[in-house]
């Protein structure tokens, strides 16, 4: 059975995480879904994140009732600082094989991979996946190691004009952000006053 992680910091998740997700199901031909909200990102600590559980409750009320997704807190349950090599061995160790597990992420962050903790293991490990928004660069690419552009799919999202910063922008400026997330989480946001400074 093919496997996605859909990994992302979700803060919060919105539209163009989903399509991206279902985009790669669908192309993919990937049975089941799992949304991996990190934890403390080491590597954002100082960035005034919202607290892990916040972005929990906003993905599971995401994808609450897609009979494909699943929201796991691997992640946000770790005590160690959370690294996407950590996630994938404990995926595997459940006894999923590596050619059947994906792992899904936004093209700034793939950009990213190679200041990732052991990231040269990461392409022994599945197969990477990555989405872009609409005028965002696809030749930067090109500067990542060959044995990580081997290993790595490319999906685009012609919608994916969403991000959770514009978001977290909007809702800080008490602009609308309906039709950007799912009803529920504009609701959390909303109620929890998230976002407000
Ligand atoms: P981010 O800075 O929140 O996101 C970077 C960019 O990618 C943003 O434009 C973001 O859009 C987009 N994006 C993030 N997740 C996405 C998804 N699942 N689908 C489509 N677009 C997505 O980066 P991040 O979320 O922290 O990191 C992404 C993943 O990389 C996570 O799973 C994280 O654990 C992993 N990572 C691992 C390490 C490590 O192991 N040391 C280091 C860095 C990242 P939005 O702003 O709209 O979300």
Redesign the pocket.
Known sequence: MKIGI??????PI?Y??LL??EEARINLGIERLIF?P?GD????RGNNITPAEDRYAMTLLATAGVIEYSVSRI?IDRKEP????D?LREFLASGIKTEDLYF??????ML?IT???EYEKIPDLCTLVT?R?PGYPVDEIETLPKFIRDKLKYIEIPQFA????EIRERSRLGKGIRFLVPHLVEIYIESNKLYKI
């Open positions: 859909m990994g992302g910091t979700f803060d919105h163009g995480h991206a997700a991996v990190t990102p080491p590597y954002k992640e959370t690294h996407t090599v996630t899904i992420t936004g093209l700034d962050a990213s200041s990732w903790f989405a928004r969403i991000s959770s910063t």
